[in-house]
């Protein structure tokens, strides 16, 4: 070693400090702020789980429809119709629901059973025996398949004869 070499004080002492741009700590910056806003958004609770509710009504018919509106794969949700017709139902009600909107789900059925049940290349046609009075719930027992990444549209409607008198359109998410 040669009286002139300067012996270094660390192993670091020649490596060069990268300059940093204003731009760079502003992105940075920003990445900061927009990771608390999501904590935060998380934190009282506006990610989570959601279920909505929608209404429609239509040639005498009233439907209420309690569904997952934001929800998160493997978990169980809510998907509850009702409809209310004044003076009651005269023979079966005929639910119609898209079919591809349900293939998100795992189901355990349909509360009450449908007596007859349906379909063609992509609704569901359930016809569902009267109820004593005005009104009819038919529930979903179901939660989200582990596998479902995406949400879906989908429409529920009532039909007579073959056409539907009265339709009530929703969506669901699904977030991570």
Do not use: C, N
């Not at 009450?112 to 004593?132: G, I, L």
């Not at 549209?153 to 056409?163: D, I």
């Amino acid at each position: 070693m040669s009286p002139t070499a300067r012996v270094p004080e660390s192993v670091l002492d020649d490596v060069r400090e990268r300059a940093r741009t204003p731009a760079v700590t502003w992105l940075r910056r920003g990445a900061v702020a927009l990771l608390v806003v999501v904590v935060a958004l998380g934190a009282v609770g506006l990610l989570g789980v959601r279920s909505g509710t929608a209404h429609a009504t239509g040639d005498g018919y009233e439907l209420t429809l309690t569904y997952p509106q934001i929800a998160r794969a493997g978990l169980d949700v809510p998907w509850d119709l009702t409809v209310r017709k004044p003076g009651g139902f005269t023979g079966p009600v005929v639910i119609v629901v898209d079919s591809d909107y349900f293939e998100m789900f795992e189901t355990q059925g349909w509360t009450p059973e449908p007596s007859a049940e349906t379909s063609d290349a992509s609704r569901t046609y359930m016809s569902v025996d009267p109820p004593p009075g005005d009104t009819l719930t038919l529930g979903f027992d179901a939660y989200i398949q582990p596998s479902s990444q995406l949400g879906h549209a989908g429409s529920v409607s009532v039909s007579e004869k073959g056409v539907d008198v009265v339709t009530l359109e929703f969506t669901t998410w699904l977030v991570p």
